[in-house]
């Protein structure tokens, strides 16, 4: 029989592992029932020995802490907000500007997921710290809330010092829907969008109530490309993915503005077709050096805009 604190170690590696084929691949290798029989073994067996109770073990992912309100936290590098365009007009407008400074350019289009910025730090593989973007230069820590997401993963995959990764929280349509049915059952207020949903699930103080909601996340950049080596936005997603974090796969390069003019109205069409809400694209040159040259304007950086979604006409 191996000992007990083996038993858990082997225990946190294969829900990790589960959490991470099933949230970072999209391809579950474990059936609910067998996943939550593993997460409360490991939940029993900590309360029966806590000497071996760690804070990065997944079983804190059910929650259990409550704050008593939201410490600020100054953001590494302030999260800036992005510009915007509208039509195609804005989109040239845009690729001038910035062939105006550099020669060849080649463009990374991802979708923009209507959720919130949440800012992540990691030292020496370890989650220590998650806030939510506030004004850009301050935001609230809102780590214990973080760490009920199965998508953000407790542990880095990969050996790195420390990693600064800027992603989106969101919550998808299904428990967006599931919860205001419940909501509607306790003759409570109903969330307006899962937009508002998932800022008023993060921002729980209690944070078994966060890990009731199912939030998603998709991590979208690192804060310092060049230290991993990584040249290109591509490049930072797949090294995010390799990480173990939730990367949207709806991403494609394009070397010409045209060809993402075309996309962006193919994409109006589709806007719907995915199980979270999404209020546009991001357009970004893709190259990290060239990043660097076009740097920032007062409030955006000058190497990327989001193409708004026209407003839908609201069914009345
Ligand atoms: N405000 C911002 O900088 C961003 C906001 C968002 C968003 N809501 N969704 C996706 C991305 C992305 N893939 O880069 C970004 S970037």
Redesign the pocket.
Known sequence: MPDVSQRIEALREQIEEANYQYYGLDQPTLSDAEYDALLQELIRLEKEHPEFLTPDSPSQRVGGYIAKEFPKVRHAEAL???DNAFDAGDLLEFDRRVRALVAEVEYVV????D?L?VALTYEDGALVRGATRGDGEVGEEITANLKTIPAIPLRLRKQADRLDVRG?GYMPKGSFLRLNQEREEAGQPLFANPRNAAAGSLRQLDSRITAQRKLGY?A??VLTPEEGELASQTAVLDYLKEQGFSV?PEYRVFSAIEEVIAYCGEMVEKRHNYPYDIDGL?I?VNDIAQQRELGFTAKSPRWAIAYKFPAEQVET
């Open positions: 800036l907000s992005l991802e979708l923009k997921i959720g910025t989106e998709f979208y950049q949207n991001v970004k």
